[in-house]
């Protein structure tokens, strides 16, 4: 049986983690067995679980490396990853293993930082990846389709966790605009 690697990407609030659960959850119900990991630097609600905006949430595995995820995923069927931006390089070879031992790689991460460039390796995720989805959020200036993440806040580094109070979802032209869109 061939795997597969699919990714869900998308800016801040844009429903990836939303979409992510919702197709796990159908390969619980197809009792499939699955897997989900997410870097460990990502702690901003909970250590274990993955959660979304809207309060679903799944239980996951934190990692450092990227290479841990394979000593876990021996018997799963359908790997899950979230914030996939945030891990290492390596995360490209993982989700190729996986895939290749065929495995569904199911990998959901922001495709663009707060200043609108690619972020990590999505990149090259995207480009070996079978399906890619784009989702988007609601830009919260003028209501249009949201493809960017406006950070609210004035620091330079390109990794500031945070949620609605520092980020809000934008639309190319408002995020273009800045605090000039308000
Ligand atoms: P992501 O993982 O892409 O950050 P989530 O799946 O965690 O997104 O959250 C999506 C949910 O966020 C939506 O269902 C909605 O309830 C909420 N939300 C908050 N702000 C916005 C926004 N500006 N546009 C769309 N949804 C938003
Ligand atoms: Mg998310």
Not at 28 to 45: E, G, T, V
Not at 51 to 65: A, E, Y
Not at 96 to 114: Q, S, W
Not at 129 to 146: N, S
Request: glycine fraction near 8%; aromatic fraction near 8%.
């Amino acid at each position: 049986r061939t795997g597969w690697i699919e990714v869900i990407c998308g800016s801040m609030f844009s429903g990836k983690t939303e979409e992510l659960i919702r197709r796990l959850n159908r390969a619980i119900i197809a009792k499939q067995k699955i897997q989900i990991f997410k870097p460990a630097l990502d702690k901003r609600y909970h250590t274990q679980n993955i959660v979304s905006h809207n309060d679903n949430s799944i239980p996951s595995t934190p990692v450092g490396l990227a290479q841990e995820i394979l000593q876990y995923t021996n018997d799963c069927e359908v790997v899950g990853l979230d914030e996939a931006q945030f891990f290492d390089e390596s995360v490209i070879d993982v989700c190729e293993t996986l895939a290749n031992f065929g495995k569904r790689v199911i990998v959901a991460g922001l495709d663009m930082d707060y200043m609108g460039k690619p972020f990590g390796c999505m990149p090259q995720l995207m480009a070996i990846a079978e399906f890619i989805t784009k989702v988007h959020a609601v830009c919260m200036v003028c209501g249009e389709v949201a493809s960017h993440s406006y950070r609210l806040s004035p620091s330079g580094d390109r990794v500031l966790l945070g949620e609605a109070d520092l980020y809000e979802a934008r639309c190319r032209r408002c995020f273009n605009l800045g605090e000039l869109a308000e």
